[in-house]
């Protein structure tokens, strides 16, 4: 096992205002989205990461406090399925309260820089297809069921989404530049 690598600063930004904004760094804009949309541009988008990880010097960093396009890979396959379970609880359950997860917690204890690139690439599209598939069965006023994360940040699965997508389009802007 190789040593763990620097850790890049924590991201302990709210992010929930890109609901809202467009997002001045990768673009995205939440309320131009068409919630029909996001099944396919998340399988687009775990695609992409796919392809990113059969390039050499995918487990590089480009810096040293900078994940690798490896480790965005494994956080975007981590986030499906996060987000896939937080989906359904969604939508069985009257306002559920989501766990803290803390990401660079999880990036250190599942050692991402030492996966295997082909094997996250299978991950992480299917992960994509899973809560792609969650989301086509979405349907009418389960668009506006509730859900808070831990800190109190309310959500509907409407607005859910549009976050879950800002997070993959942000992260491959992030392995792009």
Request: aromatic fraction near 10%; charged fraction near 25%.
């Amino acid at each position: 096992m190789s040593a763990a690598p620097a850790a890049p600063p924590p991201d302990d930004k709210d992010w929930t205002w890109v609901i809202d904004e467009p997002c001045p760094d990768c673009g995205f804009d939440a309320a131009a989205l068409d919630r029909a949309d996001i099944p396919a541009r998340t399988r687009t988008a775990t695609a992409a990461f796919a392809a990113v990880l059969s390039r050499p010097g995918a487990s590089d960093r480009p810096a040293v406090q900078v994940w690798s396009p490896l480790e965005y890979a494994c956080h975007v396959r981590d986030v499906c399925r996060l987000f896939d379970r937080r989906l359904h609880l969604m939508l069985a359950q009257d306002d559920p309260v989501f766990h803290n997860w803390d990401q660079d917690e999880t990036a250190l204890a599942e050692r991402y820089w030492e996966q295997d690139p082909t094997v996250v690439a299978t991950e992480c599209v299917t992960a994509g297809d899973t809560i792609a598939a969650s989301f086509e069965l979405v349907r009418g006023e389960q668009w506006e069921r509730p859900g808070r994360r831990s800190n109190g940040s309310m959500f509907t699965v409407d607005t859910f989404g549009r976050y879950f997508m800002h997070d993959l389009v942000h992260h491959l802007h992030d392995i792009a530049g």
